[in-house]
């Protein structure tokens, strides 16, 4: 019997990259054309982050708490746990998350999107396009079908990094709470890709990564000042 440590993240893996894929076409062909009402949800969170105000980020935070719910249930539950047995736990820990962001963003009102002037927001503009524009087209890029497309709203990786793009936006101490799943999710994603030898697997890695050290270093800007 072979030891344990003889084995890696690969070894683990209980499903073919070409299962994995599927699953966002199936999970795309069962709800479309609901991925069009999506989409306008993430530009409306552009347009309201552009805005500013206080009431425009309670219904940022509305919309992202909504989209993290759905896809708690709709991808994770319904279709990703019939091939990941940890995706039952993924399910709970976005349901918790959409939880927070109406309690904090909606009830609490911190997710007002500060001036796009200061380099945090602006870098959070940046990966909030990302989220909504380029993650969308990179598995077609890649030679993937444009029915595995994985959209804002309705598949966590672009719904993971809007929200971190929106949090960099709000640019305040009092969202710190929001981060940890949005960042734990785009490291489990960036292992599950690199599992399956994906070449895009480092994007969501290096996302959450840079994420946080805006966050951080601007953080210890302010208190230096």
Same mark, same amino acid.
């Given at each position: 019997?072979?030891?344990?440590?003889?084995?890696?993240?690969?070894?683990?893996?209980?499903?073919?990259?070409?299962?994995?894929?599927?699953?966002?076409?199936?999970?795309?062909?069962?709800?479309?054309?609901?991925?069009?009402?999506?989409?306008?949800?993430?530009?409306?969170?552009?347009?309201?982050?552009?805005?500013?105000?206080?009431?425009?980020?309670?219904?940022?935070?509305?919309?992202?708490?909504?989209?993290?719910?759905?896809?708690?249930?709709?991808?994770?539950?319904?279709?990703?746990?019939?091939?990941?047995?940890?995706?039952?736990?993924?399910?709970?820990?976005?349901?918790?998350? +959409? %939880? &927070? !962001? *109406?309690? #904090? =963003?909606? /009830?609490?009102?911190?997710?007002?999107?500060?001036?796009? $002037?200061?380099? @945090?927001?602006?870098?959070?503009? +940046? %990966? &909030? !396009? *990302?989220? #909504? =524009?380029? /993650?969308?087209?990179?598995?077609?890029?890649?030679?993937? $079908?444009?029915? @595995?497309?994985?959209?804002?709203?309705?598949?966590?990786?672009?719904?993971?990094?809007?929200?971190?793009?929106?949090?960099?936006?709000?640019?305040?101490?009092?969202?710190?709470?929001?981060?940890?799943?949005?960042?734990?999710?785009?490291?489990?994603?960036?292992?599950?890709?690199?599992?399956?030898?994906?070449?895009?697997?480092?994007?969501?890695?290096?996302?959450?990564?840079?994420?946080?050290?805006?966050?951080?270093?601007?953080?210890?800007?302010?208190?230096?000042?």
């Amino acid at each position: 019997m072979s030891e344990w440590w003889s084995y890696s993240l690969r070894d683990l893996l209980l499903f073919s990259p070409q299962t994995y894929y599927r699953l966002f076409e199936l999970h795309n062909l069962a709800w479309w054309p609901l991925h069009i009402m999506a989409l306008a949800f993430g530009v409306a969170v552009l347009a309201l982050g552009w805005r500013g105000g206080d009431r425009a980020g309670r219904a940022i935070a509305a919309i992202l708490a909504l989209s993290w719910l759905w896809v708690a249930w709709g991808f994770h539950w319904q279709r990703y746990a019939s091939i990941n047995l940890a995706a039952g736990y993924f399910a709970w820990a976005f349901a918790a998350q +959409g %939880l &927070l !962001l *109406f309690w #904090l =963003g909606v /009830v609490r009102g911190r997710l007002t999107p500060a001036s796009v $002037s200061s380099m @945090q927001s602006r870098f959070g503009l +940046g %990966l &909030l !396009l *990302f989220a #909504l =524009g380029l /993650v969308p087209v990179m598995g077609p890029l890649l030679g993937r $079908s444009w029915t @595995q497309a994985e959209v804002f709203g309705m598949a966590p990786d672009p719904t993971a990094l809007a929200t971190l793009g929106v949090l960099l936006l709000a640019n305040g101490r009092r969202t710190y709470a929001l981060y940890p799943i949005p960042v734990a999710w785009c490291l489990i994603s960036g292992a599950t890709l690199w599992a399956m030898e994906a070449p895009d697997f480092a994007i969501m890695p290096i996302a959450a990564l840079l994420a946080v050290s805006v966050t951080v270093g601007h953080a210890f800007m302010r208190r230096a000042t």
